[in-house]
Structure formats: C-alpha cells, structure tokens
C-alpha cells in the first residue's frame, strides 16, 4: 500500500574451472535489463545485490557486474546468494533498503520523490530544489486527510550519524490505523530533504515488525555527503 505526499490510496554444483573465471549475472526480466543502461542513476531501480563465494573466499557484487576470479584449482566449490537488500543512492543520501520492496520515483523540474513501497511499510524520501519547509508539507498532509483523522507529535529519530527532528502524523482513516513519520535531513546546500516512514498498525495500534527491521536497516546504512 502507497501512502503519497499527494493524495493517498487504501491501496551450488562442483565444476571444472578455468584459471581464470568470468560469471556473468544475466537476468532475462526487461526491467531489470533495463537497469543496466545506466549506472548510478538515482532515477532507475537500484540493482540486486550478491554474495558469491568460491572455495570459501566472499565476493560482493552488485548485479549486473563482471567477477573475474583467479583460481589453480581444477574443481571448485561455487554459491552464489542473493542478498536482501538494494541499496539507493540519491548522490548526496545513499541507504539500503529491503529488496522486497517495490521502487517508484516521480520527479518533476526541482522536485524528486523516491517511494520505497514494502508490505506494511512505505518509505518516502524527497529532494527538492528550493528552501520550502517540510513542515509545509505535513500541513498539507493533515488537510488532505481532515484534521478530524489525525493526531500530530514532535519526533526525533537517529539515522546514521545524524539525530533527525520531525513529526508523526496518527491517522484513523476507514478503520485504518496508520502512522506516518516525517523526519527533514539538513546538509549545506539550499535543496529541502526529508525521508518519511509510513507504517500500516495492528488494530490495537502497534507498529509493524516491518517498521524496526526497516529503520533499522536505513540507521545502520544511511551516508549524507556534505559540501
């Protein structure tokens, strides 16, 4: 389910091995072609990480990529695992996210938005080309969805090395527990950023399992280049 800034909707074997071994990832799916085209582009679906060990020794690739191995045995012990994480790199915040989860950007002259959309849990991530507050935009957010449906409270969260401030937004909607937390991320430059977590609650009101394992894995990944 996509929560949207805008609007929102209820919505191994042996082998024989030369001494030097080239495996290629190929992956017959057009959109992951697709994602080739382009390297490091923060507007195509990040590439699927891997783990590929040879005789014990671990190699991390990311899909799409070349391993070139040098080996004096005749027979090897090849795995190749796919990891549970993708990692986004916006070009000035980068953190990994779970592999599951769908990707959809939407940008716009001045304005990009990243949705990074799970089961249970949505995270948002914006930048924007102007010094609008976000707090603008959660005004915007308690409007869409009537003042009546939502309870607002500060919140901080620690993200990397950085301690956030924002606010949480509780909504009752349609019988509908959810929350959506809001958090702005201040570096040098004059460009707005702020990422959001949107969890969908149990009927007593408990956050997702989704939700901890989720920021736990952005907190442990998230980078912020600074000018």
């Known amino acids: ?31 992951s072609l697709y994602s080739q085209e382009k390297n490091n582009s923060p507007f195509l679906e990040p590439k699927n990480q891997f783990k590929v060990e040879v005789d014990s020794k671990e190699y991390f690739y990311s899909e799409g ?95 990397g090395n950085k301690t956030l401030s924002g606010t949480r937004i509780n909504i009752t909607l349609v019988g509908q527990l959810l929350s959506l937390e809001f958090f702005e991320i201040p570096l040098n430059d004059y460009k707005t950023r702020f990422i959001a977590f949107q969890d969908s609650k149990d009927e007593e009101g408990n956050n997702s399992k989704e939700l901890a394992d989720t920021i736990k894995m952005v907190h442990e990944t998230i980078t912020f280049l600074e000018n």
């Open 65 to 159: 990529d070349e391993l070139e191995i040098n080996h004096s045995a005749t027979k090897s012990k090849l795995k190749i695992e796919l990891l549970g994480f993708k990692k986004f790199d916006s070009g000035t915040v980068s953190f990994h996210y779970p592999s599951n989860f769908a990707f959809e950007v939407d940008k716009d002259f001045g304005y990009n938005n990243w949705t990074f959309d799970g089961n249970n849990v949505v995270i948002l991530y914006f930048e924007i080309d102007n010094d609008m507050k976000m707090q603008e935009y959660i005004d915007l957010m308690v409007e869409q969805f009537g003042k009546k449906n939502c309870k607002t409270e500060k919140k901080q969260i620690q993200l």
């Open 1 to 31: 389910m996509v929560l949207n800034c805008w609007g929102f909707f209820i919505f191994e074997k042996n082998r024989t091995m030369k001494k030097t071994v080239i495996l290629f990832f190929i992956f017959v799916s057009i959109q």
